[in-house]
């Protein structure tokens, strides 16, 4: 039972200290979580910490790989749309 | 602790609107911080950021050793790493406070004329209360000569004033973009407050208290505060005159509003969904409309969060961690050094305030024109004088030629933000470009001008000149002003140039 920080980590170290178990730690080429570590903040918190101030949508997955916050749920950009837009910046 | 109406002049009969040049009738505007208190003016003068006229002497730098935040601003796109864009968020390396630390102080001996070190970001400092205060904690140790700043959204604020007050920091920006949270709420999507991720109204309530409460204990601590607003049309553009006025009376002294940058391929929310920025009219009537309730800063370049240099240029490539770890610094010798050139620059700076002072009482005696306003935009690399090739300048600075004297507006960069190549989506050229951004002006002063541009120049209606080469800016532009009232082109309003109401 563990979240886990994936390659979409932009790295801003705000998830590090919010950690409750310190199982958070700075790695290359990006954040990582040590799964022994981590209680997903059972009997800490009700919310994972570490998905509640991570700014990046899809970057932290709970224990079944599901995205903690998917696409369009941090920003408020629709999910189409951003891909609207950057679809239109690729065919420049 | 309240501080005196900045500003409080009469309204020029039909150019109501025009409260924040100087009352009198003279060549120059008065120095922007001429209504300053003793105390203040003191601390300011040599602060590129806070004194229009230190701007062009002095240099700043912002170290970028705080990248984690606790909201999220619509504005804003948090993964901050791009070497070819200039705006606030935005770096290249973020550093350790050790490495802040001797980057600051390799650009201090480099750069003597820096003054500044800033902490604003590519997050929230006070989001990073460590890495911040290590920094802040080195410096004023190792570097007292250098001033201190930081900026925040104000969230931490309130939990890091006393801290601040420790660290010979006399200088905090707040970023308010609105005292309303319903506005706050198309601003900030979340905030992350007492371990719980917080959205919308309820969000943003928390977050304009706790920037209010910051701002109060500020003041009581006597430390100077400027509060920084982005421009957003359509969500807080007509609620900013109302921000100006709270923050004003709680003691800010000095309000910066700035435009809103959004383009696509920033990714941020307003970007993507087509929120546009103000237009160069749009934000210099709401800078006006504050004007009479508080002091306006119009120089702001919204610089990266790892900036160095001049206002509106960026050294930082002469400073990356592989440079400067190879850069041997005696500190107390460069210390000696820019003690010197720090004397030199004031007095250089005071002659020409004196003669400034001494050039606006015989403008007095003049007779007084009666024309419409001009916008002329000038070419300068700094010292307050015209010494730019056209081709040359990245950006230009906008000045504004009345019977009331002559005021800075604002600036406005010649180049793109993506600084790509030399054409431009629709096929423009950068000179295209350059002169396209100059729209509302009508001539440009620059100390050369080649042949194409001015052909292209004249075309679009901006006449150029270079006759006024190594001049000061503001002798200049008044100078070419009464060549253009005297030639009676500024008789009527020609349909291109803004109406002024």
């Known amino acids: 039972m563990a979240v886990k920080i994936i390659e979409s980590c932009v790295n801003c170290f705000a998830c590090e200290p919010a950690c409750p178990s310190h199982a958070i730690y700075e790695a290359k080429p990006h954040f990582l979580v040590d799964a022994k570590k981590c209680t997903e903040c059972e009997g800490d918190f009700p919310v994972f910490q570490c998905a509640s101030i991570c700014p990046i949508e899809g970057a932290i997955l709970d224990s079944f790989g599901l995205a903690i916050n998917p696409p369009g749920s941090l920003t408020g950009i629709p999910p189409e749309k951003m891909a609207k837009a950057m679809a239109e910046l690729q065919s420049h | 602790m309240q501080l005196p109406v900045l500003n409080d002049t ?19 505007t008065e120095n922007q911080m001429d209504n300053l ?16 006229d230190a701007h062009h002497y002095f240099a700043r730098m912002h170290v970028a050793v705080a990248p984690a935040c606790n909201i999220q601003c619509h504005y804003c796109n948090r993964k901050y790493d791009c070497a070819n864009e200039s705006r606030p968020g935005v770096v290249s390396e973020l550093l350790t406070p050790d490495q802040a630390v001797k980057k600051t102080m390799a650009v201090a001996a480099n750069i003597p004329q820096m ?4 902490i604003a970001g590519p997050g929230d400092p006070l989001a990073n209360p460590e890495r911040t205060f290590e920094t802040f904690r080195r410096l004023s140790q190792e570097a007292p000569d250098i001033k201190l700043c930081v900026s925040t959204n104000g969230l931490a604020l309130p939990d890091a004033v006393e801290e601040l007050s420790k660290h010979n920091i006399d200088h905090v920006t707040i970023t308010i973009n609105c005292v309303d949270p319903e506005v706050g709420a198309k601003i900030y999507p979340w905030i992350f407050w007492k371990n719980k991720r917080i959205k919308g109204i309820k969000g943003a309530k928390i977050l304009i208290e706790q920037q209010q409460k910051g701002l109060e204990m500020l003041i ?12 957003i049309p359509g969500v807080n553009d007509q609620h900013l005159a109302e921000v100006s006025k709270v923050v004003k009376s709680k003691g800010a002294f000095l309000h910066n509003v700035m435009p809103l940058i959004a383009e696509a391929e920033h990714g941020t929310f307003y970007g993507v969904m087509g929120q546009r920025g103000p237009t160069p009219d749009e934000l210099q009537d709401l800078q006006d409309s504050c ?9 702001c370049r919204q610089c990266r969060a790892d900036a160095v240099g001049m206002l509106g240029e ?8 592989d440079k400067i770890e190879d850069m041997e610094i005696d500190y107390s010798a460069a210390m000696e050094k820019r003690k010197v050139i720090h004397q030199a620059i004031q007095a250089e700076m005071d002659s020409k305030r004196l003669e400034k002072a001494e050039k606006a009482q015989q403008h007095k005696q003049e007779p007084k024109l009666t024309t419409r306003p001009v916008l002329m935009a000038v070419a300068t690399s700094g010292q307050g ?5 056209f081709g040359h300048a990245k950006e230009f600075l906008i000045y504004e030629a009345s019977p009331y004297g002559v005021r800075f507006i604002s600036h406005r960069k010649a180049d793109q933000y993506c600084g790509g190549d030399t054409t431009c989506g629709d096929g423009e050229t950068t000179l295209q470009i350059t002169i396209r951004a100059l729209a509302g002006c009508e001539a440009v002063l620059c100390s050369k001008v080649g042949y194409e541009p001015w052909e292209q120049l004249e075309a679009a209606g901006i006449a150029p000149n270079g006759e006024h080469a190594m001049e000061p800016i503001e002798e200049a532009v008044l100078a070419v002003y009464k060549e253009m009232a005297a030639a009676g082109k500024l008789d009527s309003i020609p349909e291109a140039i803004r109406a002024i109401a």
Do not use: W
């Open chain 2, 37 to 52: 208190p003793d105390s203040i003016r003191e601390k300011v003068q040599n602060h590129p950021c806070y004194s229009e």
């Open chain 2, 385 to 389: 004088v015209i010494n730019l090739h």
């Open chain 2, 115 to 118: 003054t500044v070190l800033g």
């Open chain 2, 220 to 231: 009581a601590k006597g430390i100077l505060v400027k509060v920084n607003s982005v421009m």
């Open chain 2, 314 to 321: 960026d050294r930082g490539d002469e400073f990356t961690l």
């Open chain 2, 291 to 299: 004007s009479g309730d508080m002091n306006m800063m119009r120089h």
């Open chain 2, 10 to 28: 009469p309204s020029h009969g039909e150019h109501g609107a025009k409260e924040g040049c100087a009352a009198s009738s003279c060549g120059t």
